[in-house]
T-cell receptor, first 112, second 112 residues
Framework: DQQVKQNSPSLSVQEGRISILNCDYT??????FLWYKKYPAEGPTFLIS?????DKNEDGRFTVFLNKSAKHLSLHIVPSQPGDSAVYFC???????????FGKGTRLSVIA | GAGVSQSPRYKVAKRGQDVALRCDPI?????LFWYQQALGQGPEFLTY????????KSGLPSDRFFAERPEGSVSTLKIQRTQQEDSAVYLC??????????FGPGTRLTVT
C-alpha cells in the first residue's frame, strides 16, 4: 500500500498560469514533507520543504501548502515557465534522518 | 560547490555478474542514503548510514545487496549475482541536517 500518493500522473499548463501539484499521505507519523523536481537522466533536485508545524512555505515562485487534517499537501508554481517542465515527486519522512517515502511523481508540461 | 557524485553513470551487467556502485556525498554530510528507482516509480529506500554506521538496511531487497561506508565518506553499493529484476536506477543522497536530502545523478543498471 502506498503511503504517499500522487494521483495525477501528468499535468499540462500554459506558460504564465499557475501549476498545482497534489499529494496525499496516509501515515500520520510523517512530519516533514518535501518536493523534488527531476529532469531525464538526472537525480531528483530538492525544491522546497515544509514541517508539520507550518501550513505554508514559500520560496520565490514555489509555495507548498500542508493540510494536516486532510493529510494533503500541494505545490503551487506561479507563474509557470517552460523550464518547469519535469517530473515532480512528493516525499515524506517521520522526523529527521529517516528514509524518504516518495510518491510516483507527476509529469508537468508547461506549454509556451 | 560539488554536489553528490555517483559512478559509473551507466552499467550493463550480464545476469550472474557482481557489480559495485560508488557514491561520493557532499563533503561534511554525515547522513547517506541509497534508493532504487524502477521505471515509472518514485525512488524506494534501500539503506542508510550515519557516518560509517549502517543504521537501517531494511529496504535491501535480498542478501545479494550489500552496502558499506568504511570511513564515513564514500559509500559503495554492491550487488552480487545480478538478476534482471535488479535493473533500475540506483540513487545516492546525502544530508547534513537529516531533513533535506540531496541526490546524485544516479547509476542506471541494466542486467541482460
Amino acid at each position: 500500500d502506498q503511503q504517499v500518493k500522487q494521483n495525477s500522473p501528468s499535468l499540462s499548463v500554459q506558460e504564465g498560469r499557475i501549476s498545482i501539484l497534489n499529494c496525499d499521505y496516509t501515515n500520520s507519523m510523517f512530519d516533514y514533507f518535501l518536493w523534488y523536481k527531476k529532469y531525464p537522466a538526472e537525480g531528483p533536485t530538492f525544491l522546497i520543504s515544509i514541517s508539520s508545524i507550518k501550513d505554508k512555505n514559500e520560496d520565490g515562485r514555489f509555495t507548498v501548502f500542508l493540510n494536516k487534517s486532510a493529510k494533503h499537501l500541494s505545490l503551487h508554481i506561479v507563474p509557470s515557465q517552460p523550464g518547469d517542465s519535469a517530473v515532480y515527486f512528493c516525499a515524506a519522512s517521520a522526523s529527521g534522518n529517516t528514509p524518504l517515502v516518495f510518491g510516483k511523481g507527476t509529469r508537468l508540461s508547461v506549454i509556451a | 560547490g560539488a554536489g553528490v557524485s555517483q559512478s559509473p553513470r551507466y552499467k550493463v551487467a550480464k545476469r550472474g555478474q557482481d557489480v559495485a556502485l560508488r557514491c561520493d556525498p557532499i563533503s561534511g554530510h554525515v547522513s547517506l542514503f541509497w534508493y532504487q528507482q524502477a521505471l515509472g516509480q518514485g525512488p524506494e529506500f534501500l539503506t542508510y548510514f550515519q557516518n560509517e554506521a549502517q543504521l537501517d538496511k531494511s529496504g535491501l531487497p535480498s542478501d545479494r545487496f550489500f552496502a558499506e561506508r568504511p570511513e564515513g565518506s564514500v559509500s559503495t553499493l554492491k550487488i552480487q549475482r545480478t538478476q534482471q529484476e535488479d535493473s533500475a536506477v540506483y540513487l545516492c543522497a546525502s544530508s547534513l541536517t537529516g531533513n533535506e536530502q540531496y541526490f546524485g545523478p544516479g547509476t542506471r543498471l541494466t542486467v541482460t
